[in-house]
């Protein structure tokens, strides 16, 4: 089962693309692990989510945290620290 | 209780309006509007754009808008945030909180704007004579927000 990413401001800019289908393994984990497994793919998506980067994420459209489960048919998103106003 | 998310630029005047004609319990109306500058961090700004994350960013501004309603005893609240090209002398957002006295709407007010700044996702790219950049999450924003942190916090 897979899961919907979307990338959003310099993010976006930084992955190439807007958003993608992410084959999720059999032990769906949280966003933590996500993070971890994204980063692995190594390119674009090491610089972009890599440590050190400011990475807010959110699932199904809630503010998540590292410990928020991500399960097949969510829409995960990764993005800046909001900057509205 | 309304949050709008629009490309269009708003009339505050006929915004207020609309909402203070609702309701005849309304005593005080507080208000805030958010500019584009044409300076920052010491760069003249010609312009910016602003991005959002449709979906998320309409749920978000609503659940602020709540949050406002349950910590204080106000009437209605309103939302606009503009998304696009911008350019100096631009508004770019609006809130407008009615209630039967001053101190609610004015705490409320300032609380909706503290939370939009660090939790509703927008996100502005800003250009400069060097070119395009990403406007930086500012300390002092989460500052601001974090003092209301304590659901009692008023």
Same mark, same amino acid.
């Given at each position: 089962m897979?899961?919907?990413?979307? +990338?959003f401001a310099r993010l976006r800019e930084d992955m190439?693309?807007? &958003?993608?289908? +992410?084959e999720l393994p059999m032990d769906a984990g949280d966003v933590k692990s996500l993070r971890a497994r994204l980063i692995a793919r190594g390119g674009a998506s090491a610089v972009a989510? &890599?440590? &050190? $980067?400011a990475v807010r994420v959110s699932v199904n459209q809630d503010l998540a945290r590292d410990?928020?489960?991500? $399960?097949p048919g969510d829409e995960v998103a990764f993005f800046p620290p909001v900057t509205g106003g | 209780m309304t *949050? !709008? =998310?629009q490309r269009e630029d708003f009339d505050i005047g006929a915004e207020i309006a609309a909402l203070r004609r609702a309701d005849p319990g309304i005593g005080a109306i507080a208000s805030f509007i958010g500019l584009v500058r044409d300076v920052n961090e010491g760069d003249a700004i010609a312009g910016m754009t602003l991005e959002h994350y449709p979906g998320m960013t309409e749920k978000a501004l609503a659940g602020i808008v709540a949050e406002a309603k349950g910590r204080w005893n106000i009437i209605d609240a309103l939302v606009i945030h503009r998304v696009g090209e911008l350019k100096p002398l631009d508004q770019i957002v609006? =809130? =407008? =909180? #009615?209630?039967?006295?001053r101190g609610a709407?004015?705490? #409320?007010?300032?609380?909706?704007?503290d939370y939009l700044k660090t939790q509703a996702p927008f996100w502005k790219k800003e250009q400069t004579a060097q070119g395009a950049r990403w406007v930086? *999450? !500012? #300390?002092?924003?989460?500052? #601001?927000?974090?003092?209301w942190r304590d659901p009692q916090a008023k």
């Open positions: 897979s899961i919907r990413i979307l +990338y190439g693309v807007a &958003g993608e289908m +992410y989510l &890599g440590p &050190g $980067k410990d928020t489960p991500v $399960k | *949050a !709008r =998310v609006l =809130v =407008v =909180v #009615a209630g039967a006295h709407a004015f705490a #409320a007010c300032e609380f909706i704007m930086e *999450a !500012r #300390a002092s924003d989460d500052q #601001a927000a974090e003092r």
